[in-house]
Each structure stands twice: as C-alpha cells, then as structure tokens.
C-alpha cells in the first residue's frame, strides 16, 4: 500500500505570497492531520480534517487554512507567508478512530 | 493538560551498544503513547504505539518499549544499536479532546559512534 504523499517537497517563496500543499493520504484513511516542524517549536499541530470536515485546529493564526476533498486528499493553504513560516511541513493520516498516523515525507517551506 | 517531556536532547552510544530513550507523559487516563524515528530531512516513521493491555511492546527494527503507569513513562530501549539508528526520536500522547491531535515531546537525537 503506497505511504502519505505530499507535494511539493521543497518550496521557497517570498514575503507576502501565499502557498498551498498537498497531501495525499494512505488509500482507506479518512482523516489528515497536519503539523509544522520548526527547529524552535518542535512539531505543533495545525488541523485534521476527516470526511472534508475539519474537526481540529490547533493555535494557528486565520493565514493557515485548509480544505479536505472527498478523496481524502487535503491541501494546506498559508496566506501572506512571513518569515517565520519557514518550517517543515508534515501531513498525516489515520484510519477511522485509530490515533495511530501515519506521516507523508513532509513539504520544507522557506520563505525569504 | 496533556504535555510529554524528552529530558535527553541528544544521546551518543557506541555502535553494538545497549540504548534506552526516556519519555514522561502527563495525562489525565490511559493514554494511548507512540514512538516515532525521524531521518534528516524525512518525515516521521512510527516505531511502536501503546494502546492497551501488555506494557512491553515491540516495535519496528528492533525497538520496544515499556509502558508505566507508576512512572508515568515510556521509555523506548534497544538491545543492540546499529548505525543507521542515527536519528531524532519522538514521543507522543494524543490530545485529551481527540485521540487525532498527537502532542510530541521535543526528540532526542541519537548519534552512533563507531
């Protein structure tokens, strides 16, 4: 069974631009959670969606957003990126009510 | 709140070597606890997960790991360390509100001397 996918893996924007992710689930996993990976703050969630809906968000300001597609497939979006953004980006996804998640490769954002 | 510590930032052992990663929770009931191994520039693998029932549980490549509750740990051991163990190693506990949102300790990395 083929792993999380994210695309891309690497991404280097400017200031002020916005930037969406991609991430593709394990095929039968409903729920994707996301996380940003910063040498600073270690691994801090941001949402999880499940069924297109999302059901968690962490404490993230409005420029990060997501959406859930009915494939499961889920994108990240970060408005008017600051250079703080810079960080890995880890997607992951679980089966039903498992807690058990399962990580993509993780997209690394830089932004200058 | 639910809040795991990794009191060791790094760790160096010789290859061959014995290795024992130490990780507290604090939680309110039975968490459910993972590991996960992380490469540089990788995302995270997941080595072993607590739900229930036996403490000792096995892992991938030779991991385990022993759930206390006394102790409030779960400390991730090794028999014999081999160098491409080299990596960051993360504990986690799921939130309180929903077993989908993980709160990781802050890793330690492994380093394997030859």
């Known amino acids: 069974k083929a792993g999380v996918t994210q695309t891309p893996r690497y991404l280097i924007k400017t200031r002020g631009q916005q930037v969406t992710l991609s991430c593709s689930p394990i095929?039968?996993?409903?729920?994707v959670s996301w996380y940003q990976q910063t040498p600073g703050q270690g691994l801090q969630f941001l949402f999880e969606?499940?069924?297109?809906?999302?059901?968690n968000k962490g404490n993230f300001p409005g420029r990060f957003s997501g959406r859930q597609f009915s494939n499961s497939r889920s994108e990240m979006n970060v408005s008017t990126l600051e250079l703080g953004d810079s960080a890995l980006y880890l997607c992951?996804?679980?089966?039903?009510?498992?807690?058990?998640?399962?990580f993509g490769p993780g997209t690394r954002l830089t932004v200058t | 709140a639910q809040s795991v510590t990794q009191p060791d930032i790094h760790i160096t052992v010789s290859e061959g070597a014995s290795l024992e990663l130490r990780c507290n929770y604090s939680?309110?009931?039975?968490?459910?606890l993972f590991w996960y191994v992380q490469s540089p520039g990788q995302g995270l693998q997941l080595l072993l997960k607590?739900?229930?029932?036996?403490?000792l549980v096995q892992g991938i490549k030779g991991f385990e790991a022993e759930f206390k509750r006394s102790q409030s740990s779960f400390n991730l051991r090794k028999p014999s360390v081999h160098w491409s163990d080299a990596a960051e190693y993360f504990c986690?506990?799921?939130?309180?509100?929903?077993?989908?949102?993980?709160?990781f300790g802050s890793g330690t990395r492994l380093l394997v001397r030859p």
């Open positions: 986690a506990v799921p939130r309180g509100d929903s077993s989908y949102k993980l709160i």
């Open positions: 607590y739900f229930s029932g036996d403490t």
């Open positions: 992951a996804s679980s089966w039903g009510t498992s807690a058990e998640q399962y």
């Open positions: 939680y309110g009931a039975t968490p459910y």
């Open positions: 095929s039968g996993h409903r729920s």
């Open positions: 969606y499940f069924s297109e809906t999302q059901r």
